[in-house]
């Protein structure tokens, strides 16, 4: 039933603190708290917000509820600090915005209520409001997605090279000259793979598992959030 605190519904949901963290430590769906590390934390966070969407699709759309979801995109803030200083612009970015929507969910129950309220004052694209923070918090969940994509691709494929070609892929279209010479310039300082794999206490093995994981669940939240403007007549080129 924990599952079910990400969606508005007829009844009060359990708060996330008390359901969701403690499934983890029982049963045989979750690893042991012991056990887990950054990696499975966030597939784990993402696998559950992605069933149900998924579900959804089978009824009534379903209304993501935004507390829950921030608290999912928490679990990312911790990977961004482990790339080191070349991400430290998108761990700040990501933090903030993810952030703001926390404040946000103490008056707006849903991602898409909030949409609505920018919609209605056209604040959509306005700086700092919360559908705008929203769109960058979705831009970092692909863009770790991209880099996972990229660094499973093949053993031979460098963390600078993977985290590379995701930013361009991802961000640089909507970054500046100024912010896509700063983040070339330190790709140099990300650590290497076997670093990074250190920074997670993963494995070659156990990070593709949980990568996979993330990557897979995390593509019909990002689609979900996509889908919030493009029902409502807004682009995504920007």
Known sequence: MALFSYFSSTNRSTEWSNSKRMDYSVGDKFEDAGTRTSLSSIADAFEEISDLIIAGRNGDFAVLKLKPFCDACSFVSVLFGSLGIAFKFAEMEYTSKVRDLEEASERYVSLSSVVDYDVKWKTVKSHGSHTRNLRRVRQGLDLIRELFQNFLSTNDY?????????????????????????????????????????????????????????????????????????????????
């Open 158 to 238: 460098s963390l600078k090279d993977a985290a590379s070609s995701a930013y361009q892929q991802v961000c640089a279209p909507y970054h500046s000259w100024a912010v896509r010479t700063a983040v070339s310039a330190g790709m140099c300082a990300l650590p290497s793979r076997e670093q990074l794999l250190l920074n997670l206490n993963e494995t070659e093995q156990s990070a593709a598992v949980q990568m996979r994981r993330y990557i897979k669940a995390s593509l019909p939240v990002i689609k979900y959030i996509d889908n919030l403007y493009i029902s409502r007549g807004i682009n995504l080129d920007w």
